[in-house]
């Protein structure tokens, strides 16, 4: 007896070692895989970490700009003209011949025809553009001098912030040495500051990286996502209810649920081809305007509405339902007394969600003609616009150098909105969604 113990014993210890073993092999695995975990996480977040340091790198610049301060001589010569009726001569002067003249004045030393040229392009062409809007805002103005603060155009202002070298050899630069030179004067007089760029943020796009703006772009966004929010936020709950609360089981249904689950993955440029093809080929509808964007952006964001929607009416406990019926409810009163609003949290954060994804959209928006170079700010829904991805897609396909900071200033722009609506989703479903 004592042997077929001792040989217990063994066979138990033995088993117990080995189960140690493969405790100590499962726990090993366990920190490895956490590892791996970590470790991803770190190269994801460090990838990203590393994507908006250089993009705010490049784009912080576009946020301000260099102005320089002139004596301008509002010329009664230049601005009137004899037998020309005195507001008519103001609308249409030559207000840059003051900007050139008031350079003149500061360096007199420059003659010759192309050395004046280079002189009067260290000055933006928009410093005409303010000088009207003075004088037509204040006639008086003529006859007088003031001292006027206007932009230096795009390679003036890069060779000021550093941004363009130097030491480099003239013929591989765009400012000649003499422009240069003239540039150290007018920073050793004072007459350089750097101010806001509040233009970037108030006015739309220009041929001129100075001049530039994101506000036509904006505009452009909000009215496309304000026809897309219109078009697919009812469509998209009404179908969701249907499917989940009233449509019979069969094979229809299903069919329809297939569909729509693979409308969901179906390349965004597709739905471009089908705008093109049909509002604009068929139905003759205005390119580049907002509604047309609108309606494309509204088909490609219905599948996501349509199953978020219907995740959020799942969610919704039976119980309320039968509860519901029980005290004599009618099935559509179940629906828009109960289940409707327990439900409303999930399908708005579902919503925003699927607007936030449609914002970032380029390629639909591409084939129904929303790439339009546009200068004016869109002022309804059929006016030809564009949006900020497209705008972005345009100044990073330019190739002056001058927009490249414009390019990651406007992506800047781009994901503080979805920044922001994604965090709107997460605070409306943290402040009203209830756990069962």
Same mark, same amino acid.
């Given at each position: 007896?004592?042997?077929?113990?001792?040989?217990?014993?063994?066979v138990?210890?033995?088993?117990?070692?080995?189960?140690?073993?493969?405790?100590?092999?499962?726990?090993?695995?366990?920190?490895?895989?956490?590892?791996?975990?970590?470790?991803?996480?770190?190269?994801?977040?460090?990838?990203?970490?590393?994507?908006?340091?250089?993009?705010?790198?490049?784009?912080?610049?576009?946020?301000?700009?260099?102005?320089?301060?002139?004596?301008?001589? @509002?010329?009664?010569?230049?601005?009137?003209?004899?037998?020309?009726?005195?507001a008519?001569?103001?609308?249409?002067?030559?207000?840059?011949a003051?900007?050139?003249?008031?350079?003149?004045?500061? @360096?007199?030393?420059?003659?010759?025809?192309?050395?004046? #040229?280079?002189?009067?392009?260290?000055?933006?062409?928009?410093?005409? @553009?303010?000088?009207?809007?003075?004088? *037509?805002?204040?006639?008086?103005?003529?006859?007088?001098?003031?001292?006027?603060?206007v932009?230096?155009?795009?390679?003036?202002?890069?060779?000021?912030?550093?941004?363009?070298?130097?030491?480099?050899a003239?013929?591989?630069?765009?400012?000649?040495?003499?422009?240069?030179?003239?540039?150290?004067?007018?920073?050793?007089?004072?007459?350089?500051?750097?101010?806001?760029?509040?233009?970037? *943020?108030?006015?739309?796009?220009?041929?001129?990286?100075?001049?530039?703006?994101?506000?036509?772009?904006?505009?452009?966004?909000?009215?496309?996502?304000?026809v897309?929010?219109?078009?697919?936020?009812?469509?998209?709950?009404?179908?969701?209810?249907?499917?989940?609360?009233?449509?019979?089981?069969? #094979?229809?249904?299903?069919?329809?649920?297939?569909?729509?689950?693979?409308?969901?993955?179906?390349?965004?440029?597709?739905?471009?081809?089908?705008?093109?093809?049909?509002?604009?080929n068929f139905?003759?509808?205005?390119?580049?305007?907002?509604?047309? !964007?609108?309606?494309?952006?509204?088909?490609?964001?219905?599948?996501?509405?349509? =199953?978020?929607?219907?995740?959020?009416?799942?969610?919704?406990?039976?119980?309320?339902?039968?509860?519901?019926?029980?005290? !004599?409810?009618?099935?559509?009163?179940?629906?828009?007394?109960?289940?409707?609003?327990?439900?409303?949290?999930?399908?708005?954060?579902?919503t925003?969600?699927?607007?936030?994804?449609?914002?970032?959209?380029?390629?639909? *928006?591409?084939?129904?003609?929303?790439?339009?170079?546009?200068?004016? =700010?869109?002022?309804?829904?059929?006016?030809?616009?564009?949006?900020?991805?497209v705008?972005?897609?345009?100044?990073?396909?330019?190739?002056?150098?001058?927009?490249?900071?414009?390019t990651?200033?406007?992506?800047?722009?781009?994901?503080?909105?979805?920044?922001?609506?994604?965090?709107?989703?997460?605070?409306?479903? #943290?402040?009203?969604?209830?756990?069962?």
């Open positions: 007896m004592s042997e077929l113990a001792l040989g217990i014993q063994d138990r210890h033995r088993g117990s070692a080995a189960q140690d073993r493969r405790l100590r092999r499962r726990y090993a695995a366990e920190r490895r895989f956490r590892i791996y975990g970590v470790l991803a996480l770190a190269i994801a977040l460090g990838a990203l970490a590393a994507l908006l340091v250089s993009i705010v790198a490049k784009g912080h610049g576009a946020f301000r700009h260099n102005e320089v301060t002139l004596d301008i001589y @509002f010329d009664p010569a230049i601005l009137t003209s004899e037998g020309e009726e005195w008519a001569a103001l609308e249409s002067a030559n207000y840059g003051l900007v050139k003249q008031a350079l003149r004045r500061d @360096f007199p030393a420059v003659e010759g025809r192309r050395e004046r #040229r280079e002189l009067a392009a260290l000055v933006s062409s928009g410093a005409s @553009f303010e000088l009207r809007r003075m004088v *037509l805002a204040n006639p008086e103005l003529v006859g007088t001098h003031r001292k006027v603060a932009p230096l155009s795009s390679d003036a202002d890069m060779f000021v912030n550093g941004e363009m070298s130097r030491d480099v003239e013929g591989d630069r765009r400012l000649k040495d003499r422009q240069i030179g003239w540039l150290d004067q007018l920073v050793e007089r004072g007459a350089v500051a750097s101010v806001w760029n509040l233009h970037f *943020l108030t006015s739309g796009d220009s041929r001129e990286p100075e001049l530039a703006g994101i506000w036509g772009a904006v505009v452009g966004s909000l009215l496309t996502m304000a897309t929010l219109v078009l697919c936020f009812p469509i998209g709950v009404a179908t969701s209810i249907y499917l989940e609360e009233f449509a019979p089981t069969n #094979r229809w249904t299903d069919l329809i649920e297939v569909n729509i689950n693979n409308l969901a993955a179906v390349p965004s440029i597709v739905f471009g081809l089908l705008g093109l093809a049909v509002f604009l139905f003759g509808m205005p390119r580049s305007a907002p509604i047309v !964007g609108g309606i494309v952006l509204s088909l490609m964001t219905l599948p996501t509405i349509i =199953i978020a929607s219907r995740a959020a009416l799942k969610a919704v406990p039976p119980s309320i339902r039968e509860a519901a019926l029980g005290v !004599g409810a009618s099935p559509m009163q179940v629906v828009t007394h109960h289940v409707l609003p327990l439900a409303l949290p999930g399908i708005l954060t579902g925003i969600i699927g607007l936030a994804r449609a914002l970032g959209e380029t390629a639909p *928006l591409l084939m129904i003609g929303m790439v339009a170079f546009i200068v004016d =700010i869109p002022t309804g829904l059929g006016s030809p616009s564009t949006v900020l991805p705008q972005i897609f345009l100044w990073a396909d330019s190739p002056e150098r001058g927009f490249v900071e414009k990651s200033a406007a992506i800047m722009v781009l994901l503080a909105f979805l920044v922001l609506m994604n965090l709107l989703a997460v605070l409306l479903r #943290r402040r009203f969604e209830r756990r069962w």
